[in-house]
């Protein structure tokens, strides 16, 4: 069964900078297209970054310009640099592929404070 690990999360101050890491345990991790969600304490997860095969991104509007996802595909692994972060990003970060249906990971705790 695929595993998704995300790590990378922690506490940071308003304006900080993480970078989250996932590695998926899928043998063609380089053939599709990987996202990052996020999800609010009280609401739904949303998708915030994408990379496709060839490494197209997109953004949602929300953190176009402050979030960078990138992967490594020898490594089966997606990251996302997180800078100049918001008390609103907080909350709990996973990655997953796109339309591939594998199961959830534990995600990620990022908190940042004002």
């Known amino acids: 069964q695929v595993q998704l690990v995300e790590s990378g999360g922690g506490l940071v101050q308003a304006g900080g900078s993480l970078r989250l890491s996932c590695v998926a345990s899928?043998?063609?991790?380089?053939?599709?297209?990987w996202a990052w969600y996020h999800q609010a304490p009280g609401k739904v997860r949303e998708s915030v970054a994408a990379v496709t095969p060839l490494g197209s991104t997109n953004y949602a509007s929300a953190v176009k310009g402050r979030f960078t996802i990138s992967r490594d595909n020898a490594a089966n692994t997606v990251y996302l640099q997180m800078n100049s972060l918001k008390p609103e990003d907080t909350g709990v970060y996973y990655c997953n592929g796109v339309r591939l249906g594998i199961p959830w990971g534990r995600g990620t705790q990022v908190t940042v404070s004002s």
């Open positions: 899928r043998s063609d991790f380089r053939h599709n297209t």
